[in-house]
């Protein structure tokens, strides 16, 4: 339901993100991260890699922007039964499927313990973090907000960024140059930078911005390029430094765009049903493409327009199609 006018540049950076996902999952399901690298084939892929890893930080991002004001109260709790009951859905249908399709066969009590524990969905372990992260925002605000000067949460963001960008970035091989306990806060770090960007509404130059995107996501291929290895994230994960760079570099690339689509409106507004079901058609569509066409990571790479369209529009017709259900048991009772 839209509560307020809504702001389509979000609108924009939410479709991408749930693209990206999709895209991703490419890489996860070929052999891209076993495949030697080498050629200008390989350095496209991996160059698409570092662009699409960004995506659960674009959704942080946007969960900052969006909920910097919410209040420690009943009503704003009570926004989680939305996500637990897609969940519950979503987990109930992608149960079915791995029974039905897949032929696996546990016992109900085991099923249960695969919801209850995020993995009925293989890709639950989002809903689990942002269960979290949703807990945490009114008392996140609350620091937030409570920080008067600019320089003060600069600082704050600064003091987060040591603690779960700098490790993944500079700890490679085994050396620990930082600590890295609070690695897995950084969703926090996420949500503080867009709700900076949500209050000082930075304005940059387009095409500045897109040529600095570009040269980033070239560094991780080449460095991987003169490895001479198989491909790995050498610059860290999503949460590292080089990568919450690119992340913030997409979103202010499209937050503050005025460009207005029912279809792009309609993908946002359904982008987390899109998530919940879109394991379903990886695991039937990669498969089947896999099992009748693979025969490189180079030569299936042509697929890679093919299978992405048909998992994000596939995952967007039924997310579509839960929503007119719902719509009808709302008006019947």
């Not at 900076?196 to 570009?214: A, P, R, V």
């Amino acid at each position: 339901m839209i509560r307020e006018k809504r702001l389509a540049g979000l609108d924009i950076v939410r479709s991408l993100a749930i693209l990206f996902v999709v895209a991703h999952h490419f890489d996860l399901h070929t052999e891209f991260l076993i495949t030697p690298f080498i050629g200008v084939n390989m350095f496209i892929q991996g160059a698409f890699a570092s662009l699409f890893l960004v995506a659960v930080p674009l959704f942080l991002l946007l969960t900052g922007f969006l909920n910097t004001n919410k209040k420690l109260t009943l009503t704003y709790y009570k926004g989680i039964i939305r996500v637990l009951s897609a969940y519950l859905v979503y987990s109930i249908v992608t149960i079915l499927y791995r029974i039905i399709i897949n032929g696996e066969h546990l016992s109900v009590f085991l099923w249960l313990r695969q919801i209850f524990n995020y993995t009925a969905i293989p890709y639950g372990w989002y809903i689990e973090m942002y269960i979290g992260l949703f807990i945490l925002i009114p008392f996140l605000n609350i620091i937030y907000n409570n920080l008067q000067e600019k320089k003060n949460k600069q600082i704050l963001i600064l003091t987060f960024l040591v603690l779960t960008a700098l490790p993944p970035f500079f700890n490679q091989a085994g050396y620990k140059f930082v600590p890295d306990d609070f690695v897995a806060l950084y969703p926090v770090t996420f949500y503080f930078i867009g709700a900076y960007i949500h209050e000082y509404k930075f304005k940059f130059g387009k095409l500045k911005l897109s040529l600095i995107l570009l040269f980033l996501c070239m560094l991780d291929p080449i460095i991987n390029l003169m490895m001479g290895n198989t491909y790995r994230f050498v610059l860290g994960g999503r949460d590292s430094l080089f990568y919450t760079a690119i992340a913030v570099i997409v979103f202010l690339l499209f937050y503050d765009v005025d460009f207005k689509s029912k279809m792009i409106t309609k993908i946002s507004l359904l982008s987390l049903d899109m998530y919940l079901c879109s394991w379903i058609f990886d695991n039937l569509y990669y498969t089947y493409f896999k099992a009748h066409y693979f025969e490189s990571q180079q030569q299936f790479f042509a697929f890679f327009p093919i299978i992405v369209p048909l998992v994000f529009f596939s995952s967007f017709g039924v997310a579509w199609l839960r929503e007119k259900v719902n719509w009808g048991i709302k008006k019947i009772l």
